[in-house]
Every structure is written in structure tokens, then in C-alpha cells.
């Protein structure tokens, strides 16, 4: 296994701050300290906070795409086949990958600019699924459904248990089937 480079390890260190010690904790100086690199090591990489929140939700949405093309690849072939890829990349999110996506959610609060790449990825995804018809609205409304339960598991409020979970997670799957042409 390959070390990872010196800016993955900075934001490594970035997302142990954020778990660790809060959003509000997160700072060049406290990522420094947690990377064991000098400040100027980490301006070398994110000149601001900015620029290290930003790398941040990139690299989370990075890790979405992943899933989305693992998923992909692992789907046998029908026409539902790139809608349902979406639906598993937003449902399949790691623990981690929740617990700093719900950190960065405080500390874009006051910086929506730095939300764009999500911002893309959303109308990208809505602009490839949810089409125009009826099963177009239905298709949206999957995704919306999807979205929406990503977001109560990332602010950890989600009222499902495992199992309830599981059968929305594959009536989603089944009603994609159904819908797609």
C-alpha cells in the first residue's frame, strides 16, 4: 500500500480535527499541530481555510463518484442501471464520510460558495435521471427520496431502523426499475 501524499495527509489530518475537536475547532494552526507539519507546510498546500474546506468537500465528493462507479460496474445491464448507481452512491455512504460531511455542513454554513462542486453534482444528476413525463417525476422523486434520507443520516436523525432502512433502500431500487424506460 502506497503512503498517502503529504496534502491527502493534511486533509486527513483536516477531518480528524473536524471529528475530533468540532467544526469550530477546524484551523490551519489545529491541522498543522494534528498533521505534525509546520503552518507553512500546510499553506503550501491550502493557502486559506478556504482552499482546505474546499479541498475537503471535494474529496468527499470524490469519494461519492467512487462509489457511484463501483456501484456501476457491479449492476448487471438495464436501463435502470445508471439511475440505481446514483441511488447506492448517496445510500452507501461510509460512517466517516457522514460524520465530516455533517462537520463541513457547519463550517460552509456562512460560506455556501464552497458547497459548488455539490451544487454541480446535484443538477448533473437531476438533469441525467429525472427527465421530463411521468416516470421523469418519478425518477426525481426517487432521488429527492434519496437525497433526503442521506441528509437524516448525515444530521444522524434518521427514525429508520436497520431493517426499515433496508426495505426503503429496495423498494427505491425495485420502483427505479419500474420507472426507467
Known sequence: MTRPSC???ILESAEAVVLGDGAG???????AKRAKVSKGGVLYHFPTKEALVEAMVNRLVSGTAAR?????????????????????????MRDKEL???AALLAVVANEPK?????????RK??????????NGLRRAML??????????????????N??????????????AEEWTP
Open 99 to 101: 460524520r465530516v460531511g
Open 162 to 175: 436497520e431493517s426499515q432502512r433496508a426495505a426503503i433502500v429496495d423498494e427505491m431500487n425495485h420502483l
Open 25 to 31: 475547532k477546524l484551523t490551519l494552526d489545529a491541522v
Open 143 to 160: 432521488l429527492l427520496a434519496a437525497d433526503g434520507l442521506h441528509f437524516l443520516e448525515l444530521l444522524q436523525i434518521s427514525p429508520l
Open 7 to 9: 496534502k491527502e495527509f
Open 68 to 92: 457511484r462507479d463501483e456501484a456501476l460496474a457491479a449492476l448487471s445491464d438495464s436501463p435502470a442501471r445508471e439511475l440505481k448507481a446514483e441511488l447506492s452512491s448517496l445510500l452507501q
Open 125 to 134: 444528476r437531476f438533469g441525467d435521471h429525472a427527465g421530463t413525463g411521468t
Open 114 to 122: 464552497l458547497l459548488q462542486p455539490v451544487v454541480e453534482i446535484v
